[in-house]
């Protein structure tokens, strides 16, 4: 098959956000082009929401967001190589980095501005390893599975094959430091070999054994110090990039030209490591641990409640970016217990939403429509909503509440029945996520997958089907989200 050419869709895109000239940075997550803009009133939003392969325009977090869904990827190395190889090179020395790091929103007092790059800076650091950690979850899944008794035990604990295969899947959680600082540090315009470096610090054998134990480093005035494992954390490692960011900034200017190749990394990544080993380190990633348990504690507490508003309103999250706020807490959840109650719940939200579009794509004659659907489907049911949602559901209001409340449903379910996830990938490709890796023969939470999961297929479906949407329904115009997801 021949290779679909997005390069007409990138120059289309590029001149409707007022060309070339007007573009800071270019980055992306997994369904949308994130532009950071000059002058964003320069951009044509019309002109690019009814552009055929763009499914939305939205602006918060002080960028220029262009939802494209699946296809993203190919539609930004496209706009990329339309920029030029000038652009490029920014992109990879980090120059443009480091400008739209610094990029504010025009409006908002300072808090919102605040809220909006912190968000922007969880976007940029969590985005590129997503992929990552979702395949090694469905990986680490499918070894559970493959060990139940029930199936006959395929595989041993330990045999050379699953401990091989383990080790596939633990390396993107076990270094997840190094690969969440290295792209933070793109994010802000740093070094991310610098950032790497100190996230290797984090995840060294060694440090890490000290951190197991609670090894103490010193103590003052009979406070001990101690060593905290970092593998799996997240939260240190951001703090740790913009630390690095800041610290070899100033090292720039004020050492000689003939000591920065040396000297700057040397100096920085000392003074941050020990900063994060010694302060930062065990302040947030003991936070993080606090509020993610916390969280874990409250939804398994509160049941079929928790379950039923949580997934009544968490694709609504989704419409105003904030959503992103909440993977990282999903990751440390799993990084620190091992499991995740919000993150069952999350699950069915996405089946809900891929099963209101697929009773769309199956009711409609409108072709393009069909067309639409079945795609917006077949990304909600591996994991991914927003196509879903922008390009058909919100677009027929009823498509969206119908969803919602097969979540809701999905949730009382799971809720119901204390489901968990021990993984990360989410929806019905993120089934092997629901088998218990260290108590196998426990299939509770699977089978509170399989029956919220049908709940929210059924629900969804047949609510969207008979109230939801019919062909006489007028599509309306792509939703807009507001400026600023912090005054949601």
């Not at 539609?75 to 400008?99: I, M, R, W």
């Not at 559970?144 to 045999?159: C, D, V």
């Not at 440390?332 to 995740?340: D, F, N, T």
């Not at 109650?341 to 209101?356: D, F, K, P, W």
């Amino acid at each position: 098959m021949a290779k679909k050419d997005y390069s007409e869709l990138a120059k289309t895109i590029i001149q409707d956000v007022g060309g070339e000239e007007n573009v800071n940075n270019l980055i992306h997550c997994i369904t949308r082009l994130r532009f950071y803009l000059k002058d964003e009133s320069q951009a044509n939003d019309e002109a690019l929401k009814n552009t055929k392969g763009v499914i939305d325009v939205i602006k918060a977090s002080g960028q220029y967001q262009v939802v494209i869904g699946n296809e993203v990827t190919n539609v930004y190395d496209a706009v990329v190589d339309e920029l030029g190889p000038q652009f490029a090179a920014k992109l990879n020395d980090g120059t443009a980095s480091e400008t739209a790091a610094s990029a504010e929103p025009e409006s908002g007092n300072g808090f919102v501005r605040a809220v909006n790059k912190l968000i922007g800076l969880i976007t940029g650091s969590m985005t590129p390893v997503i992929g990552v950690i979702a395949a090694s979850g469905i990986i680490k899944g499918i070894l559970a599975l493959l060990t139940l008794p029930q199936l006959g035990a395929i595989l041993n604990a330990k045999s050379t094959v699953y401990i091989t295969i383990s080790a596939m899947a633990d390396s993107a959680f076990y270094f997840l430091p190094i690969m969440v600082g290295f792209a933070a540090a793109r994010y802000l315009g740093g070094d991310p070999i610098v950032a790497a470096v100190i996230g290797g610090v984090l995840t060294y054998p060694q440090i890490v054994t000290w951190g197991t134990a609670f090894k103490t480093m010193f103590s003052i005035g009979g406070f001990d110090f101690q060593f905290l494992k970092y593998t799996y954390s997240i939260f240190p490692m951001i703090l740790a990039a913009w630390l690095a960011k800041k610290i070899g900034d100033w090292f720039k200017k004020v050492l000689p030209s003939y000591l920065q190749m040396i000297f700057n990394p040397l100096f920085t990544i000392l003074i941050v490591s020990a900063i994060t080993l010694v302060i930062t380190g065990p302040v947030i990633q003991g936070a993080a641990n606090g509020i993610a348990d916390f969280i874990n504690w409250l939804v398994s507490v509160s049941g079929w409640l928790g379950g039923l508003v949580i997934g009544g309103f968490y694709q609504v999250l989704v419409i105003f970016g904030l959503h992103w706020g909440v993977v990282p807490l999903v990751a440390q959840q799993i990084s620190g217990s091992g499991e995740s109650a919000l993150n069952a719940i999350i699950s069915g939200t996405m089946v809900s939403q891929g099963a209101a579009v697929l009773a769309v794509a199956i009711k409609s004659h409108k072709s393009e429509l069909k067309e639409l659907g079945f795609a917006a489907a077949i990304s909600a049911f591996c994991g991914v909503t927003e196509p879903a949602i922008y390009g058909v559901n919100l677009r027929y209001r009823r498509v969206f509440v119908s969803g919602l409340i097969g979540s809701a449903v999905s949730g009382f379910i799971t809720g119901l029945m204390h489901g968990n996830m021990f993984g990360f990938t989410g929806s019905l490709i993120g089934f092997s996520s629901f088998f218990d890796p260290k108590n196998p023969t426990n299939l509770t939470s699977f089978y509170a997958f399989l029956l919220s999961s049908l709940a929210a297929i059924i629900v969804s479906f047949l609510v969207t089907w008979f109230w939801g949407y019919n062909d006489k329904m007028v599509m309306g115009q792509k939703v807009e989200k507001k400026k600023n997801p912090a005054k949601a």
